[in-house]
């Protein structure tokens, strides 16, 4: 569904990517780990095409979408769940929601998908017209996650779900992420938990220094030496 | 209770001249709630977008020349020896040219400095209000320049039956601001409320996430900038037929100051914000006046205004929903705040 080959991408000086390859099939939940600055968000921010890219292609379902940007992106079905400020704090969590269907029209299957997610997040539908930036750490996140599903993505991108969440609420977040794949759609997981993200995903690929340094299933990575040493704690 | 503020107050202006018979307080309520709406049109864009134009008195003035000259009509030699004569016709034209004239200077403002947003819009439309400014005391064939344009004629509303009317009266005047003060605050309500609307709050509180959900920041803001431009174009329009004579200073950058102080004390980003500061600051002049010396009172003005954001730091507005919530929660506990607290 994705592939990306020889990606460069930087911001003024420096290069943040150094030539990426790697590729995400269809139905598949794929994990992106590496340490902090290793150039996993700017791979996210790449392919959703808000980072221009230097060098390389990028390919969805067989499309040129290297300088497509992010209009084109998400209405081929690519959505993107950014890391740090997830939310718009000001706005409420409909409106919030509603800021994921920005590209959709406003049509009887958006009021489905309204409902489906309200059904998913009980806690959301709870507190739609509640300023999100008073949700609690998790229930921002979950809100995050609904409104990316808000636009029908075929892809979804996660930059760090579980970053800043408390450890019970983190479990549930990787219980969701699974469940999206489950549900028929395609996931890219970028994680600083590196090992709740390999023992979830179907294929992973290690990034080291804006380079693709390992490839393979999430078990093998877990059992590589190297990545033990580094990101596992021994 | 602050959704209500706003009907209460148009019902309150509304009925106001029954009781209020002074001339004076009159005047005062007019240019008050001429530049309420400059203050409206410049929330749009500060208060929902987050952008500050603090040119914004080049679309007042401009709109205020158009419709002007619209309805005396002029005489003005152009380069190749052309010449464009035109006799002059009905205000209520030149209140549509202007509207339409300062919407489109709203939309090439935008388009040429939303590419890069920020401090950049803030100095370009500076620079705008400024060049306007001395084209209107320099092209003195077309705006008479210090000389100003005077003997304008008032507003005129087709009646049915009776033909174009002439307000000539406070009253009349009074009401026509009133009515277009209302329907400024009727079409911001409906926009912010809108999509557009959502991508404009989206934009200002939080761009990369908004860019990242497919939202066009250049043309989301250009449209911000141009119905903003084109309101400030119409209170531009009703200060020229009220007060009948304009000259070059209807772009003095005072007068924007004016408009953010409105908009910063009554509370940016709210509805209600600009009515309630436009008010205050606009009438707190003609309160002190017969209390004080002139020299004490902008003292007192500037005092009151560092009270005000030293107190209620978002606003007016703001502040007062704070306090209603706080009371609301006391009443009956919200178990939102019990059971999640912030990360």
Redesign the interface.
């Known amino acids: 569904m994705l592939e990306i080959s020889d990606l460069v991408c930087g911001y003024g000086q420096v290069a943040a990517l150094r030539g990426i390859s790697l590729t995400v099939a269809r139905g598949q939940l794929v994990a992106l780990v590496g340490a902090n600055g290793a150039g996993k968000s700017t791979t996210l921010r790449a392919i959703s095409g808000l980072v221009p890219a230097r060098s390389g292609t990028i390919l969805f379902d067989g499309q040129d979408v290297t300088r497509a940007g992010p209009q084109k992106m998400l209405r081929l079905g690519v959505a993107h769940c950014p890391e740090g400020r997830r939310v718009f704090p000001h706005m409420s969590v409909a409106d919030n929601l509603a800021m994921g269907a920005y590209l959709r029209a406003a049509d009887s299957s958006l009021r489905e998908d309204y409902a489906r997610i309200y059904a998913s997040f009980p806690r959301l539908a709870e507190r739609r017209h509640q300023m999100a930036g008073t949700l609690s750490g998790g229930e921002q996140q979950m809100l995050a996650i609904g409104r990316a599903l808000m636009s029908r993505p075929r892809l979804v991108l996660f930059d760090e779900p579980s970053l800043g969440l408390a450890p019970n609420i983190v479990e549930q977040m990787f219980t969701i992420i699974g469940g999206i794949r489950d549900a028929g759609a395609t996931v890219l997981l970028v994680e600083q938990n590196a090992f709740a993200a390999l023992d979830l995903c179907d294929h992973a690929y290690l990034i080291e220094a804006g380079r693709i340094v390992k490839a393979g299933s999430g078990a093998a990575l877990i059992g590589d030496p190297h990545v033990r040493a580094a990101y596992l704690g021994g | 209770m602050t959704r209500l503020l706003a009907p209460t107050l148009l019902v309150v202006l509304a009925a106001l001249p029954l009781v209020l018979k002074d001339p004076y307080l009159v005047n005062a309520l007019i240019i008050t709630g001429i530049f309420t709406i400059c203050a409206m049109s410049l929330n749009l864009l500060l208060g929902f977008t987050g952008q500050l134009s603090l040119g914004h008195v080049a679309f007042f003035g401009i709109g205020a020349y158009v419709s002007a000259l619209t309805a005396l009509g002029f005489d003005v030699g152009l380069p190749f020896g052309l010449r464009v004569t035109y006799e002059g016709g009905s205000p209520l034209v030149g209140f549509g040219l202007a509207i339409v004239v300062t919407g489109l200077a709203g939309y090439l403002i935008g388009r040429l400095s939303f590419r890069v947003r920020g401090a950049y819009f803030v100095i370009v439309t500076i620079s705008f209000a400024e060049v306007v400014r001395l084209v209107a005391l320099n092209w003195v064939e077309l705006t008479q320049g210090p000389l100003a344009l005077t003997s304008i004629p008032n507003m005129t509303l087709p009646l049915p039956g009776l033909g174009e009317v002439a307000l000539r009266t406070k009253i009349q005047n009074y009401y026509l601001v009133l009515a277009v003060a209302t329907l400024s605050y009727l079409v911001i309500a409906r926009l912010v409320g809108s ?1 557009l609307g ?2 404009m ?2 934009l200002k ?2 761009e ?9 920041a250049t043309r989301t803001l250009t449209i911000a900038a141009t119905v903003s431009a084109a309101m400030a174009g119409a209170a531009g329009s009703l200060y020229a037929h009220y007060i009948r004579i304009i000259d070059p200073d209807v772009f003095l950058f005072s007068y924007t100051v004016t408009m953010v102080i409105m908009v910063v004390a009554g509370g940016k ?1 709210t509805l209600a914000g600009p009515l309630v500061g436009g008010l205050l600051f606009g009438l707190l002049p003609v309160a002190l006046r017969p209390v004080m010396a002139p020299e004490a009172q902008w003292i007192v003005y500037g005092a009151i205004l560092i009270a005000i954001l030293f107190v209620m730091p978002k606003g007016i507005v703001p502040a007062l929903e704070a306090l209603t919530r706080r009371r609301v929660a006391r009443a009956e506990p919200n178990p ?2 019990e ?5």
């Open positions: 999509r959502r991508a709050r989206g509180e939080n990369s996430l908004a860019l990242s959900l497919g939202i066009n980003g939102a705040l059971a999640g607290a912030q990360p």
